[in-house]
Antibody
């Protein structure tokens, strides 16, 4: 059974940093692209980042480019999201997702990030 | 950037009924390899999104045949037949880096 478990969320002040983690199991992690998708309170889904199988290629929307960094450790079957210079508009539930056929086919339960002073 | 527009924003349905949700993209979703990558997701209340349909019309593992996807180019449709209580929630279309705004399916 595919499982994705996020951790690392919490309350952080504007301008500070936070690192999210996602532990994957139930599939060969190194064979799949992975992604982060977020959802602001009462809002829709927003793609945040995607990473290739080896980690050599990463993709971001303009809203987080230069501030967020997606990375992975295939030996640990783990995905990460380093978030720097956080803004109030980054407040959201962050989902880790497996990426296949340009779709997110499995999702974690999500982790809440609140950016507030 | 591609913009995905879903209609309607909300939908009321009777149990056992049928509904259609439309998703339109601002540019063709036909990839260089000839495939069209349009997906549909359902987010039930209090849960994470789940994949229903990928590559326009392919049902994901374990998804009921009451869900069907169709379309091409820039216009796509999700049909749900014989609606059940467990189908209620918000439906999103997506193409990898953009999601539609969502369609909330409620009971009439």
């Amino acid at each position: 059974e595919v499982q994705l478990v996020e951790s690392g969320g919490g309350l952080v002040q504007p301008g500070r940093s936070l690192k999210l983690s996602c532990a994957a199991s139930g599939f060969t992690f190194s064979n799949y692209y992975m992604a982060w998708v977020r959802q602001a309170p009462k809002k829709g889904l927003e793609w945040v980042a995607t990473i290739s199988t080896s980690g050599s290629r990463t993709y971001y929307p303009d809203s987080v480019k230069g501030r967020f960094t997606i990375s992975r450790d295939n030996a640990k079957s783990s995905l990460y999201l380093q978030m720097n210079s956080l803004k109030s508009e980054d407040t959201a539930t962050y989902y880790c997702a497996r990426h296949d056929y340009y779709s997110e086919d499995y999702w974690g339960q999500g982790v809440m990030v609140t950016v507030s002073s | 950037d591609v913009v995905m527009t879903q209609t309607p924003v909300s939908l009321s349905v009777s149990l056992g009924g049928q509904v259609s949700i439309s998703c339109r993209s601002s540019q063709s979703l036909v990839h260089n390899n000839g495939n069209t990558y349009l997906s549909w997701y359902l987010q039930k209340p209090g849960q994470s999104p789940q994949l229903l349909i990928y590559k326009v019309s392919n049902r994901f593992s374990g998804i009921s045949d009451r869900f069907s996807g169709s379309g091409s180019g820039t216009d796509f449709t999700l049909k749900i037949s014989r609606v059940e209580p467990d189908d209620l929630g918000v439906y999103y279309c997506g193409q990898g880096t953009q999601f539609g705004g969502g369609t909330k399916l409620e009971l009439k």
